[in-house]
Structures are given as C-alpha cells and as structure tokens.
C-alpha cells in the first residue's frame, strides 16, 4: 500500500507528541531497555523529548526539524545490542495500537522498522559475517 496524501495529513504534531510520550514512559519501565537510556539520558529527559518530536515531525511530515546524526550517535551507546532492537519496535508498536487508528498506527510502524532496519545495518552490518548475524539474540 503506497502513502497517499491523504494518509500524510492524518498525522498531526500533536498524535506525534503523545506517540514520543507514551512511547518513552514505555521505555524508562522496561528492565532492558530503561537502564541504557537512563544512564546516557540521565537528567536531559525534556530535550531528549523535543528532539524525538523533532524527528518524528521530520519523519512523518518532512518537516526537517530534526538535524542529527543518529548512526553516530548509536555507535557511542553502550550496551546496545542488536536484540534489543525487537524490544524497541514491540513498545513503539504497542504505543502506536493503543493511542492511534489503525492507518496512522501503521504508517508510524512502516517507517520505524525501516528506521530500526537501516540502523541495524549501520551499526552491526560486517562484510565478512552472515546477515543477519546467526544466533543474535
Ligand atoms: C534498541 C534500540 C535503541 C536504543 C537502545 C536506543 C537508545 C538511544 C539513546 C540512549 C539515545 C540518546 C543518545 C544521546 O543523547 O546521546 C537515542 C537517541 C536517538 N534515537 Fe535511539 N535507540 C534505539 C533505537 C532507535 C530507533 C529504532 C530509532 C528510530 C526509529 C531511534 C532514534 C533515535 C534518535 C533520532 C535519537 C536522537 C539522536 C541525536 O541525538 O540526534 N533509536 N537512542
């Protein structure tokens, strides 16, 4: 199913702020995931906020407001690990379920699991092992 342009007007800034919301509220209670982004995170948890609504409006509505570089900064997190990316997309499904229709749920989900997808691939892709790696958790 392509994007059409009714599906892009669909999503508003402010589906965008509560989908970022509820998605790290998620995030800070896993027992996996919460104690990576609270240790890099630590008390910077606002303008980590602002700059995931930025990515998302970019992302969603090509905005352009995000201006980052995610695959440098992923590289410099410790302790991520290509398994944990399954944890990532399940909160980021379960947060787009519960708060949009189906459609604007399914458009967030496309792009995050390319998003995860080509992260992935930046961050563990090596040329002399299989892919994707055999036996990662
Ligand atoms: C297991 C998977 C992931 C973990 C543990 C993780 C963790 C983090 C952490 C700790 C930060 C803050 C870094 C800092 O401020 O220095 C961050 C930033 C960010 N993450 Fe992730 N992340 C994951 C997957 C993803 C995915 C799949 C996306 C996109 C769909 C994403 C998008 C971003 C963006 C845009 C930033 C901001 C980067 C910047 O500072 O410009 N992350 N992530």
Redesign the pocket.
């Known amino acids: 199913m392509s994007i059409e342009v009714k599906d892009i007007a669909a999503v508003s800034e402010q589906q965008i702020r509560q989908l970022v919301d509820l998605f790290y509220d998620k ?1 800070r209670a896993d027992p996996e ?1 919460g104690p ?2 609270e ?3 630590q008390e ?1 948890w606002e303008p ?1 906020l602002r ?2 609504y930025d ?1 998302w409006s970019s ?1 969603m509505l090509t905005t352009g407001r ?5 695959v440098a ?2 590289k ?2 410790e ?3 290509i398994g ?2 399954d ?3 399940a909160l ?1 499904g379960e947060s787009c379920a519960e708060l949009l229709d189906s459609e604007t749920a399914s458009l967030f989900w496309r ?2 699991v390319r ?2 997808e080509s ?2 691939f930046a961050l563990f892709y090596r040329p002399d092992r299989p892919w994707p790696p055999i036996g990662a958790p």
Request: net charge positive.
């Open positions: 995030v995931l990576i982004f240790r890099v995170i910077q980590h700059k995931m990515f992302v995000y201006k980052g570089q995610p900064v992923h410099r997190i302790g991520l690990e944990l990316f944890r990532w997309l980021f792009k995050a998003i995860a992260l992935k």
